[in-house]
């Protein structure tokens, strides 16, 4: 048997070249980041609301607010997931569930402004705080996916199941934290 020697620089150039192209041709499916906007949006608008008011309805609003975000955020996955047969290290944590910088920061900044505009008794300026969380999510996704698919090695990075466990108890605690102390 005549074995050719392999040569292990080019196929790492092969395989590079490889993720490249897999990357470039991934799709995501229609609707994907204004899906995750508009859930967020009405995530942050129900929390503050909820917030707000700690009575039966305003604990109601933040729940079904949450179990929105929640529902769009795996229906977007499924078909993503569907649509391209692949699974992308970073999408769930990154784009969907938000804990990349940008993200975190849209989505922190208008609970917040939302939050204040319901204690000054502002609704408008909650519902606007809510519309420019949502919006400032959505592009964030938008923004990680277009780095991801011109970089993919350098924007694979996904935080552990432990990692999102503990960010989510933290949430849901911060939130309980809230509503006992209203």
Do not use: K
């Amino acid at each position: 048997m005549n074995a050719v020697p392999s040569d292990p620089a080019a196929e790492l150039a092969a395989a590079e070249v490889a993720r490249q192209r897999l990357a470039g041709a991934l799709r995501l499916p229609s609707w994907f980041h204004v899906s995750l906007g508009v859930a967020v949006a009405l995530q942050i608008g129900s929390a503050a609301y909820g917030l707000g008011d700690p009575s039966g309805a305003g604990l109601l609003a933040l729940v079904a607010g949450c179990l929105l975000f929640a529902v769009v955020a795996w229906v977007q996955v499924v078909r993503f997931r569907r649509l391209n047969g692949v699974r992308v290290n970073g999408l769930v944590s990154r784009a969907v569930l938000g804990t990349s910088t940008w993200s975190s920061l849209a989505e922190a900044g208008g609970i917040g402004a939302a939050f204040w505009a319901v204690l000054e008794d502002q609704p408008w300026l909650a519902a606007l705080a809510a519309l420019a969380g949502g919006a400032g999510y959505g592009l964030s996704a938008h923004l990680w996916w277009r780095r991801y698919q011109a970089d993919p090695a350098g924007h694979a990075r996904a935080e552990s199941g432990a990692t999102l466990l503990a960010y989510g108890v933290l949430a849901v605690g911060g939130l309980v934290l809230l509503v006992v102390l209203r």
